[in-house]
């Protein structure tokens, strides 16, 4: 069988080996005999195995079962190994454990015992891998995989951060607030080769100038009153990695300077201290605000926003990219369920189209505080448009659809017409998963009207 699961028995009986060779097999497991290390090591490198189970003492070498655990632990380390023996030494076994063995059994033993074991030790190996793959992953992709949506616009800047996440450059992101800068700030690091190092965000407009100056830079025991050691900066604390200063148009003046010279020579000086620190940090910078008409006004230093702005990024408004409205939705709900420890919510039609027809001033931040509350409140197993505040639902009756304008050359109406319900259906076809139920629910529709246009655009033979 192409995915049999394959152990390898490591004992110098004979007799042993076959008996655990009967009862694996007949277990389902394809099963490979060794009578020695040097064999078992032999078959090691020549196949992979997804368990091995083998004697501590063999042949009057004591060591015999540690050594070939050694062996495994450099060449094939997420195999797990099952010691057995018939010595009654648990702390030899313990210690084998201790080294790396997933689990140890003693002879004699029940056949049941051994399929038992055999299993679990496959399973806690495939878990691991599982959870190292998913590490990788998530290393690779990092935050990306948390900026939902499927709009021109979202794609467009998914790609960019691709694309300069692993510059040196310093990265403006421009947009709203609610839209999602610092998502994109912390996609940029984690797609970055500095995602092993910090990642430190600091919201330049939620502190005191006061204190803010200390956060980034650090201060000496005296700088000030209540500065009673020394403290570290931001600067220091991120090295090696990024910094995200959130918000910051509404850094002061004062310290625009400071951090000017921070990106110009890479050191920052503590407040209150005389001596330069040398730091390794990539600045990523967040604002809503227009910093160019700002440094043209003089509430910014134009040459500190040259600095900073080397690779903008704009991060559209939600309102701009109502194709990712659903997905969102769908996001927020599966996530605050699960947080809230209820099971799973649908949403009706009408409710999605009241959100998708919202401008959202508040953008994803405030779709995500409309979704908590609706959920929170919720008393059935779907969300209707009554669970919206009152509110949001007023404000997407009020938006006013575009009126369609005649060409002076006239149109077919009827093609027209064919063509905006195939497009209609086919994306709530895609966006139901081909469920014909959930699309006519999406499309307002009965089933059996789906199904009758199916059948006259021809849609039913996909």
């Given at each position: 069988?192409?995915?049999?699961?394959?152990?390898?028995?490591?004992?110098?009986?004979?007799?042993?080996?076959?008996v655990?060779?009967?009862?694996?097999?007949?277990?389902?497991?394809?099963?490979?005999?060794?009578?020695?290390?040097?064999?078992?090591?032999?078959?090691?490198?020549?196949?992979?195995?997804?368990?091995?189970?083998?004697?501590?003492?063999?042949?009057?070498d004591?060591?015999?079962?540690?050594?070939?655990?050694?062996?495994l632990?450099?060449?094939?380390?997420?195999?797990p190994?099952?010691?057995?023996?018939?010595?009654?030494?648990?702390?030899?076994?313990?210690?084998?454990?201790?080294?790396?063995a997933?689990?140890?059994?003693?002879?004699?033993?029940?056949?049941?015992?051994?399929?038992?074991?055999?299993?679990?030790?496959?399973?806690?190996?495939?878990?691991?891998?599982?959870?190292?793959?998913?590490?990788?992953?998530?290393?690779r992709?990092?935050?990306?995989?948390?900026?939902?949506?499927?709009?021109?616009?979202?794609?467009?800047?998914?790609?960019?951060?691709?694309?300069?996440?692993?510059?040196?450059?310093?990265?403006?992101?421009?947009?709203?607030?609610?839209?999602?800068?610092?998502?994109?700030?912390?996609?940029?690091?984690?797609?970055?080769?500095?995602?092993?190092?910090p990642?430190?965000?600091?919201?330049?407009?939620?502190?005191?100038?006061s204190?803010?100056?200390s956060e980034?830079?650090?201060?000496?025991?005296?700088?000030?009153?209540?500065?009673?050691?020394?403290?570290?900066?931001?600067?220091v604390?991120?090295?090696?990695?990024?910094?995200?200063?959130?918000?910051?148009g509404?850094m002061?003046?004062?310290?625009q300077?400071?951090?000017?010279?921070?990106?110009?020579?890479?050191?920052?000086?503590?407040?209150?201290?005389?001596?330069?620190?040398?730091?390794?940090?990539?600045?990523?910078?967040?604002?809503?605000?227009?910093?160019?008409?700002?440094?043209?006004?003089?509430?910014?230093?134009?040459?500190?926003?040259?600095?900073?702005?080397?690779?903008?990024?704009?991060?559209?408004?939600?309102?701009?990219?109502?194709?990712?409205?659903?997905l969102?939705?769908?996001?927020?709900?599966?996530?605050?369920?699960?947080?809230?420890?209820?099971?799973?919510?649908?949403?009706?039609?009408?409710?999605?189209?009241?959100?998708?027809?919202?401008?959202?001033?508040?953008?994803?931040?405030?779709?995500?505080?409309?979704?908590?509350?609706?959920?929170?409140?919720?008393?059935?197993?779907?969300?209707?448009?009554?669970?919206?505040?009152?509110q949001?639902?007023?404000?997407?009756?009020?938006?006013?659809?575009?009126?369609?304008?005649?060409?002076?050359?006239?149109?077919?109406?009827?093609?027209?017409?064919?063509?905006?319900?195939?497009a209609?259906?086919?994306?709530?076809?895609?966006?139901?998963?081909y469920?014909?139920?959930?699309?006519?629910?999406?499309?307002?529709?009965?089933?059996?009207?789906?199904?009758?246009?199916?059948?006259?655009?021809?849609?039913?033979?996909?």
């Open positions: 069988m192409a995915n049999q699961q394959r152990v390898l028995v490591v004992d110098d009986e004979t007799s042993m080996r076959e655990l060779e009967i009862v694996l097999t007949n277990a389902g497991y394809s099963v490979t005999l060794a009578g020695d290390v040097d064999e078992a090591a032999a078959h090691l490198e020549r196949e992979q195995f997804d368990a091995v189970m083998t004697d501590l003492f063999m042949l009057n004591r060591q015999a079962g540690m050594r070939l655990l050694s062996w632990q450099e060449h094939a380390a997420t195999t190994v099952i010691m057995m023996t018939a010595h009654g030494s648990i702390e030899t076994a313990v210690e084998a454990m201790r080294r790396g997933i689990d140890y059994i003693q002879k004699p033993f029940s056949n049941d015992e051994i399929r038992l074991r055999v299993k679990r030790a496959i399973e806690q190996r495939n878990l691991l891998r599982e959870n190292q793959a998913l590490r990788k992953e998530q290393a992709h990092g935050d990306i995989e948390n900026m939902i949506g499927k709009s021109p616009a979202t794609q467009e800047v998914l790609t960019m951060i691709r694309r300069v996440a692993n510059l040196p450059s310093t990265v403006a992101i421009h947009g709203e607030s609610g839209a999602g800068k610092e998502l994109v700030a912390r996609a940029l690091h984690q797609l970055s080769d500095r995602a092993k190092k990642f430190v965000a600091i919201n330049c407009g939620g502190i005191p100038e204190l803010l100056e980034l830079f650090g201060h000496k025991k005296g700088a000030f009153t209540g500065a009673v050691e020394d403290k570290e900066g931001l600067f604390v991120a090295d090696g990695g990024t910094i995200f200063l959130d918000e910051i509404e002061p003046l004062m310290l300077v400071k951090l000017l010279r921070v990106l110009d020579n890479s050191t920052v000086t503590p407040v209150g201290g005389t001596t330069a620190v040398k730091v390794n940090v990539r600045v990523l910078s967040a604002t809503n605000r227009d910093l160019k008409k700002m440094s043209e006004d003089g509430g910014f230093r134009s040459d500190l926003y040259y600095r900073l702005n080397v690779i903008p990024i704009h991060v559209p408004p939600l309102r701009q990219r109502p194709d990712d409205i659903p969102l939705t769908r996001h927020f709900i599966r996530t605050m369920t699960s947080k809230m420890g209820l099971k799973d919510l649908d949403i009706s039609a009408e409710a999605m189209q009241t959100l998708s027809r919202y401008p959202w001033p508040g953008n994803v931040r405030e779709l995500g505080n409309v979704i908590e509350r609706a959920v929170a409140l919720n008393t059935v197993d779907r969300l209707e448009v009554a669970d919206l505040p009152q949001l639902r007023e404000a997407a009756s009020q938006v006013k659809k575009p009126s369609p304008t005649l060409p002076s050359e006239g149109i077919d109406l009827e093609q027209q017409t064919a063509d905006f319900e195939i209609l259906i086919t994306q709530a076809l895609e966006r139901s998963r469920s014909q139920k959930r699309a006519a629910e999406l499309l307002g529709l009965s089933a059996r009207s789906l199904r009758y246009r199916l059948q006259k655009y021809g849609l039913d033979e996909n």
